[in-house]
RNA sequence: GCCGAAGUGGUGAAAUGGUAGACACGCUGGUCUUAGGAACCAGUACUUCACAGUGUGUGGGUUCGAGUCCCACCUUCGGUACCA
């Protein structure tokens, strides 16, 4: 008998079990290390080989850091809000709780055989109400507070109220949604509660307002900016259009400046920071407003170029803005209601098709130039977006190329007014090189001194000031679904009133069917059970509705980033039901210090964290104001799909090799299962699989048949699925854990590839042959030799230093060095193989246990300190330097490390062979690099 | 278009500016076996019988010495896109 995985694994995954090996204390003398991965949602196809490289990553620097004397947090729980349970639901008529508890059960075992290091007892679900109490809760919060931008933070909403009182809004700096109209302390007084509370509405941080919001027809709600690739709709890619709602939105626009600062703070990737920045889109410009003629308000717009402000030919406002309207006189009206309507039926992936034909219309309205009065021609366009800036453009055609192209489309005049540059056939957009001409004041200017000159100039004539835009725009955060967190608030007089704690949870109700309600409603419009009594305080039949004492709760549910926003404080304190997290276990464990996970949630989930986190930091309720120090991502394993190809219209699939011009068949994707490593298929399993090739037609070459590769997203639909549980029945999960740490560095993406397993399945058996000789115990107690102490010790600083860079391919490499080394020395000696089981610990737990039991220990290896590389037994007496001649490589030399360097070049000289290269010639200069290399040049 | 990352054998990949291709897969040959999807040994960048030469996307540069640093370009991947 050799190694047994299986019965290995199995024994040592109960007795961690059993005996809560993982389980971390909330105080400790040990120093704290917080390894966070980011949870998983707990999909009905289970897991595939991809999705644990993350966790494998986090188990192995957990248990090296528990090795290193670390009080290790490593928790694990499930996003379990979210759309794919709702979907099924709304298919099968299965309640989401059922189907998400049997995939939590599923991911459970999946997760369990992999031997990870969690400490299920913190374990979090978001879709529990005991977890979306808090979430709720911060809800709330977010509700009651406003951002103060003297302050620069989050201020409670009472305080807005008492400035009010006291001064109206003029000197309050704050911010807001909308254009509030400035109103004083008396005429705030005067306002009834409602219009006060209509106002507020404006200012707190989880507002209520008729948005444009991005929405999908298909799937039924709206969806973030985030959740929109290329146009369509990130799950299902179905065609995404504008419309206007009523929509809970959250401000994170007022920490758009945090955000981006924070980012200088921490230990992340600088390509997903970078991601970030782009997101945020910060620019830094001028406002300008210009007059309309004969209209009383001005139109204001957003600019990054006020220096070209003499280049004005036109202005572009975006067709959704109620401006609009105002001014465009009766005799254009049809024509602007025509393309404004228009203009909403056209999906977001249409607008963007059309780039290179512009669309709009003339107002019939005219704007004057703040400098020169001259009139400008007020145009609307889809290319002016309405929630960026201010959704009003001043169209300079010759610096800029959008309104180049919409100018010479429409026919209206452009100016050059940049020395020396042609702008015939493009606009002129470098700010490098740009001269100003033909502009007054600022003509004969650079861009930079016109920018100061031209701001200066606006804002003492008070038509406009120098700003900073964002492109970040606040979250909606209302989804009309079911399966989500309920929104914690009741409307009266269709104003929304805010639950308070001791109400928490607000339960999710029943209802009858998950789809919209005939009405438009979302789900919980089914509901029966869903109105609010505010005399007893609690929820009740809706029929008692009388909008006196019982009112209809929100309809909406949050979003699936709501709960994952905050989750990993909760890890920290996960039974508290006094606060999401008590004071000492936060006090304790501060933040995450490591934190791994895909990049594909940098403008997602790793936005809106970091949000929440700066909100309730700006409370006082957390004590840092960014919560993971260091993050990692970890690159996707992709699936390599095999594809067969059929002759169109028939039957008949011929083999990879026959095909000349892919184009002339139809690629068709079989599962890799039935496929060997060498690419051939196994036809009779083909005919089994599914009985549209039962009876078909497979031509061979040379009786095997081959099929095509292309590497893509695993993906159940792909057929290119890789189960761990298969790869664990088959190798055992010490092997799936080595062996996806040696497919590459673990940030880089990359396609599985089963073939090369057996590499690190058999490292692992010859490591166990170092133990065993077949039945036999062959460990003594021998001294063991300089050599093999240095090849211990050599491994030992080699897999510190690597851990430690997260480089854990290296770090298998080393271990698959060394043991080789061991075994051709014969080492059987417990002082080297001892410390070795303490290096394999981390990426093979369990066969490391198994051994180190078998070593005589007591006690369980995971709390013992890990080997430190002692330097003594890694000094060298002699090098064996290579000897170049101008660069390139001749022989090499075996000398003592103590010559110096007058003593090595005289080796060197009477070394037989240097003659040969120094063709008589005397050295010119000698480059002597002590344990690297003798460079000669002649 | 803009921003970012990366280009090394048949494959996954190693290389603090110092012998490129460690380690592993695959392949070839061998040992031992009734057998092997077992174990072990040897070989495996390219050209060449060999000697030797050429090789890290392309072209230049710095250096005694460049996969590594600098400049330009090409390609691939990721992000983003009427963002004014």
Known sequence: MGYDFKNIEKKWQAHWAKNQTYKAENNSEKPKYYVLDMFPYPSGAGLHVG?????????????????????????????????????????????????????????????????????????????????????????????????????????????????????????????????????????????????????????????????EVNWCADLGTVLANDEIINGVSERGGFPVTKKKMKQWSMRIGAYAERLLQGLDQIDWSESLKEIQRNWIGKSIGAKVFFQIEGHPKKIEVF????????????????????????ITPPANQEAVQAYIEETQKRTQRERMADVKNPTGVFTGAYALHPFTQERIPIWIGDYVLADYGTG??????????????????FDLPIKNIFKNVSIEKEAFTDKGTAVIDHSDFLSGLPYKEAMKKVIDALEKQGCGEGTINYRLRDAIFSRQRYWGEPIPVYYKNKLPQPLALKHLPLNLPEVEKYLPTPEGAPPLGYAKNWAWDTQNEQVVDNSRIDHQTVFPLELNTMPGWAGSSWYFYRYMDAQNTEAFVGKSAVDYWQEVDLYLGGSEHATGHLLYSRFWQKFLYDLGLLPVEEYAKKLINQGMILGTSAFIYRKPGTQTY????????????????????????????????????QPQFENANFEQTKGVFKVGREVEKMSKSKYNVVNPDEICEQYGADTLRMYEMFLGPIEQ???????????????????????????????????????????????????????????????????????????????????????????????????????????GNESTLDYVDFPIANEAYLVEDTKTYPVS??????????????????????????????????????????????????????
């Open 51 to 211: 999705h644990p490289l993350g966790y494998i990553a986090s188990d192995i620097y957990s248990r090296y850091k528990r090795h290193k004397g670390f009080n290790v947090l490593h928790p694990q729980g499930y996003d379990s809000f979210g759309l794919p349970a709702e979907q099924y639901a709304i298919q099968t008529g299965q309640h989401p709780a059922k189907t998400t508890q049997e995939n939590i059960n599923r991911y459970r075992q999946q997760l369990d055989q992999m031997g990870f290091s969690f400490d299920w007892s913190r374990e979090v679900r978001t879709s529990e109400p005991n977890f979306y109490k808090w979430t709720q809760w911060i809800f709330l919060l977010l509700f009651d507070h406003y951002y103060c931008n003297t302050a620069d933070q989050a201020k409670p909403i009472a305080q807005l109220i008492e400035r009010f009182e006291q001064e109206g809004n003029q000197s309050v700096r704050a911010v807001c949604s909308t254009a509030t109209p400035e109103f004083t302390a008396e005429e705030w007084k005067s306002f009834s509660s409602e219009k006060q509370q209509e106002i507020l509405l404006h200012y707190r941080m989880a507002y209520l307002s008729e948005t």
């Open 654 to 689: 011929v083999s990879k090799d026959q095909v000349t011009d892919v184009s002339l068949w139809e690629p068709i994707r079989v599962d890799v299962n039935l496929v060997n490593s060498a690419d051939e298929l196994d036809v009779a399993a083909v005919r089994k699989w």
């Open 303 to 326: 600019t990054t170029r006020p220096d070209t402000i003499f280049g004005v030919t036109f202005m572009t406002l975006a067709p959704e803005l109620d401006l609009v309207q105002e």
């Open 885 to 938: 001649f101008n660069g390139k490589m001749r022989f090499t030399l075996e000398l003592s490390l103590t010559l110096d360097n007058a003593a090595i070049q005289q080796a060197v000289l009477e070394d037989s062979r240097t003659a040969e290269y120094l063709e008589g010639k005397t050295p010119k200069k000698w480059i002597i690099v002590p344990n690297k290399i003798i460079n000669i040049v002649i």
């Open 749 to 855: 993406a990359k396609p599985w590839n089963t073939a090369g397993i057996s590499g690190v399945h058999n490292f692992l058996k010859k490591y166990w042959r170092l133990f065993y000789n077949e039945e036999e115990w062959v460990v003594n107690n021998q001294e063991p030799s300089k050599q093999e102490l240095k090849i211990l010790h050599e491994t030992i600083k080699k897999i510190t230093q690597d851990i430690e860079n997260f480089s854990f391919n290296t770090c298998v490499s080393a271990l698959m060095i060394c043991v080789n080394e061991l075994t051709s020395l014969k080492t059987h000696s417990t002082s080297i193989l001892s410390p070795l089981t303490l290096l394999l610990s981390p990426f093979a737990p369990h066969l490391a246990s198994e051994i180190w039991s078998a070593l």
């Open 392 to 409: 009003a453009v001043m169209a300079v055609p010759c610096g800029d190329q959008r309104d180049y192209d919409f100018a010479k489309h």
